[in-house]
């Protein structure tokens, strides 16, 4: 790995500062900068510096998920994202701001949650206990706890057949898709502690089930928050439950736009009743734009990552056999939101992938090469 592509993975600090600096600058709109930095600045950088096909070497893949450098960058999201949530919702209680400029802020700090999302996602494909901990405490802070249940244990064991609540299907919109996977990757993580709870003869309805441990959670980070500014403020605060609440929704529905995105239209080949091929990296969209990439922890290198779940984000890998998207995920989530549009060039792309007809021994081969 270039030291400039290591260095550049700091660029993911950029939305979390311009959040901050919009409370120092005066004008209304300032406070939607964070928003339009992600939709419209990066996908002209991207556009600017271009795509990164690079794998790392065979030479320097355990020195690089050693590095402690790339652990610390995840970690520390973490810790800044609760700052940056703490320090704008108190700042949002003063009654100093107006309300298009609150909204600006929601949505700034949705933008960020949702890289948060990101960040647990990351973590939470980890073994350590401490890289756990960070993953769920973060994913309460925007009501999405159950999250790391149903991707773990139900989404990358089902991805890309119809048993996927989280795996979109070919001409179905993302509006659509919202509501199939809001409420089927709930359903999904609450059968999964059951099944769990219940071989360990424990109540489905107990604080041992993680679902409710997610949502008891979320529920005493906002009364806790809303209380402390309340009594600072010496009145009501509602406002710290409409931006705690916003925020989550905003985080919620922009990882579901990615999920959307990612896997669209494929499905896995059913070798039996019921039973499919091995996930690979056939079954994922992937995005090799160079710096969305960076601030995502190569998420966009989403196939990799879904035939080897636990492999650290520094080291996923790029296979020119899996299905590419046009752009990078900030122009692809506003794309999927114009359905029309979104249909006129994702469907002609997922044909043109399938008939090449890449089978699963062919990209076994090519992976045992980069392995």
């Known amino acids: 790995m270039s030291i400039q592509k290591k260095i550049g993975f700091l660029g993911a600090y950029s939305i979390p500062f311009f959040i901050l600096l919009s409370f120092y600058l005066e004008g209304t709109y300032w406070a939607f900068m964070p928003v339009v930095y992600t939709y419209f600045f990066v996908p002209i950088i991207d556009e600017i510096i271009g795509k990164d096909a690079q794998n790392v070497q065979k030479k320097e893949f355990e020195g690089l998920i050693k590095d402690k450098y790339f652990d610390f960058l995840v970690y520390s999201h973490v810790w800044i994202h609760f700052f940056v949530l703490i320090f704008v919702t108190f700042q949002i209680s003063s009654n100093q701001f107006s309300n298009i400029q609150i909204l600006g802020f929601v949505l700034s700090q949705g933008v960020?949650?949702?890289?948060?999302?990101?960040?647990?996602?990351?973590?939470?494909?980890?073994?350590?206990?401490?890289?756990?901990?960070?993953?769920?405490?973060a994913l309460m802070s925007v009501c999405y706890h159950h999250f790391i249940i149903e991707h773990n244990r139900g989404h990358h064991v089902h991805v890309a057949t119809p048993n996927d609540p989280a795996t979109s299907k070919k001409g179905q919109t993302v509006f659509e898709f919202?509501?199939?996977?809001?409420?089927?990757?709930?359903?999904?993580?609450?059968?999964?502690?059951?099944?769990?709870?219940?071989?360990?003869?424990?109540?489905?309805?107990?604080?041992?089930?993680?679902?409710?441990?997610?949502?008891?959670?979320?529920?005493?980070?906002?009364?806790?928050?809303?209380?402390?500014?309340?009594?600072?403020?010496?009145?009501?605060?509602?406002?710290?439950?409409?931006?705690?609440?916003?925020?989550?929704?905003?985080?919620?529905?922009?990882?579901?736009?990615?999920?959307?995105?990612?896997?669209?239209?494929?499905?896995?080949?059913?070798?039996?009743?019921?039973?499919?091929?091995?996930?690979?990296?056939?079954?994922?969209?992937?995005?090799?734009?160079?710096?969305?990439?960076?601030?995502?922890?190569?998420?966009?290198?989403?196939?990799?990552?879904?035939?080897?779940?636990?492999?650290?984000?520094?080291?996923?890998?790029?296979?020119?056999e899996s299905p590419q998207l046009?752009?990078?995920?900030?122009?692809?989530?506003?794309?999927?939101?114009?359905?029309?549009?979104?249909?006129?060039?994702?469907?002609?792309?997922?044909?043109?992938?399938?008939?090449?007809?890449?089978?699963?021994?062919?990209?076994?081969?090519?992976?045992?090469?980069?392995?």
Not at 352 to 364: F, G, M, P, T, V
């Open 112 to 137: 960020y949650a949702s890289s948060i999302i990101n960040v647990s996602h990351e973590l939470g494909h980890r073994n350590h206990p401490l890289a756990i901990i960070h993953a769920r405490v």
């Open 326 to 371: 046009p752009f990078g995920y900030p122009v692809m989530i506003i794309m999927s939101l114009f359905p029309p549009l979104w249909f006129k060039i994702m469907n002609p792309k997922l044909e043109e992938w399938k008939s090449k007809a890449i089978d699963s021994e062919q990209i076994k081969n090519i992976v045992r090469q980069f392995a």
């Open 178 to 320: 919202w509501i199939q996977t809001l409420i089927g990757s709930f359903k999904s993580a609450w059968n999964i502690e059951k099944r769990l709870l219940q071989k360990k003869e424990i109540k489905t309805w107990s604080l041992k089930n993680e679902v409710i441990q997610g949502i008891l959670g979320s529920c005493a980070m906002a009364i806790l928050m809303f209380s402390l500014i309340s009594l600072y403020r010496n009145e009501l605060s509602w406002i710290v439950l409409i931006h705690f609440f916003g925020q989550s929704i905003v985080a919620i529905l922009s990882l579901e736009c990615v999920n959307y995105i990612e896997h669209y239209g494929i499905v896995r080949n059913e070798i039996s009743e019921g039973k499919y091929e091995k996930v690979n990296p056939l079954h994922s969209w992937n995005a090799n734009h160079f710096y969305s990439n960076l601030l995502l922890f190569h998420l966009q290198r989403h196939s990799d990552h879904h035939a080897y779940a636990s492999r650290p984000y520094q080291v996923l890998r790029h296979f020119d």
